[in-house]
């Protein structure tokens, strides 16, 4: 059996919505169904078997984060195998891992999204959608130089996702095997 991540979205270990990852775990293993539960880094990565139902395990991780910590944050989940088949299908092989990153989504996003992003992106940046997973990839500027912010990317897509870098993507890969 391969396992899950469930992604949170904008966490913090400290300051405006912490959620520190050793608590975490202990509510979920307290107020969940959830087994197999680890987490990985600070930045809201958490790793379990694959829940028989994927969409009650979110809502019941964001009640149980809400309850706990005050936060109330989407929660994403993605299979070992829909990692593993985004990442290998991400049309940026060549980037550099820091720069290039996936944008897991809660669900498809507006019509429209990619051509008002391209609209909106530096020339050396790129993005394209697979499935329910928009890749960016920065180029060497970086996240920190790009138009392509957490507002306009919410605008565009018209629905919650949260963002790792390619190293990040290719772990919870490894994490959830």
């Known amino acids: 059996m391969t396992g899950s991540a469930l992604l949170l979205r904008a966490v913090n270990v400290n300051g405006r919505n912490s959620v520190p990852m050793a608590r975490l775990r202990e ?30 395990a979110c809502a019941a991780v964001r009640l149980a984060i809400h309850a706990e910590f005050g936060v109330d944050t989407p929660v994403i989940h993605r ?56 890749w960016i990839d920065y180029g060497e500027g970086g996240v920190h130089s790009t138009k392509l912010t957490k507002a306009v990317l919410d605008r565009a897509l018209g629905v919650a996702g949260t963002a790792r870098n390619l190293r990040t993507t290719r772990t919870l890969i490894e994490l959830t095997v």
């Open 27 to 56: 509510v979920l293993a307290a107020e969940t169904d959830l087994s197999d539960v680890s987490t990985y880094i600070a930045s809201g990565n958490i790793i379990c078997a694959t829940p028989k139902d994927p969409d009650a």
């Open 79 to 134: 299979s070992h195998e829909q990692l593993v088949s985004s990442e290998s299908a991400q049309p940026f092989p060549e980037g550099d891992v820091k720069f290039v990153h996936a944008m897991f989504l809660e669900g498809a996003p507006s019509p429209g999204a990619i051509e008002a992003l391209e609209q909106r992106r530096r020339p050396e940046e790129r993005v394209a959608l697979v499935g329910n997973d928009l």
